[in-house]
């Protein structure tokens, strides 16, 4: 799998995780996506979408949801139709975050918790979170849009310590050395 892959179209971020064990609260995952302008790729999101809302267009939208990781494959699917987005958009960043019920969570505390990024029958990511096992929020990957009009993915798996919302606000923001 390279590092940066040319993406056509319609892409799926899938989530899974094993469900709490018996007597304790439910594990709450979700896929957040963050919009960014042209003008501004790290800049405030336009929107964002998670299991709450969709993007106004309906471009971007969830499949599945699961507020406790039972079921069988894939709890959580995530649909981006990149070439659908409007012309005005040039970054998508997706992450997960977990719902901080009941005490701090982080991805350590997980079992069998991971990430895949599909085009079609193309894996783009598969990520079991290891690299950001004390995180409580984490990027999976981008989406740029280059000079031509044409949309890449790069893989960008990076912790943060933050609940769902102070962590789709800073999602997008540039990594600090």
């Known amino acids: 799998m390279s590092s940066v892959s040319k993406v056509m179209g319609k892409v799926e971020v899938r989530l899974r995780w ?16 963050a919009t960014y302008s042209s003008d501004a790729p790290h800049g405030r999101p336009v929107y964002v979408v998670n299991s709450e809302s969709r ?3 309906g471009t971007i939208n969830m499949s599945r949801h699961s507020e406790s ?21 040039g970054r998508v960043v997706v992450g997960v975050a977990i719902h901080q019920n009941g005490g701090t969570r982080t991805f350590g505390d997980l079992s069998h918790a991971r990430a ?3 085009e079609g029958y193309k894996e783009l990511l598969s990520d079991d979170f ?7 929020a984490a990027t999976v990957g981008e989406f740029t849009k280059d000079a031509a009009g044409a949309w890449e993915f790069r893989p960008m798996v990076r912790g943060f310590d ?3 919302v102070g962590f789709s606000a800073e999602m997008g923001s540039v990594p600090q050395a």
């Open 18 to 33: 094993d469900p709490s064990p018996w007597g304790q609260q439910p594990r709450h995952l979700d896929i957040v996506a």
């Open 55 to 57: 993007s106004p267009d």
């Open 69 to 89: 990781g039972q079921g069988y494959g894939y709890m959580e699917v995530m649909v981006l139709e990149l070439d659908r987005l409007a012309a005005s958009f």
């Open 116 to 118: 895949l990024v599909v």
């Open 130 to 136: 290891a690299e950001v096992s004390g995180s409580t």
């Open 162 to 164: 933050s609940e769902p």
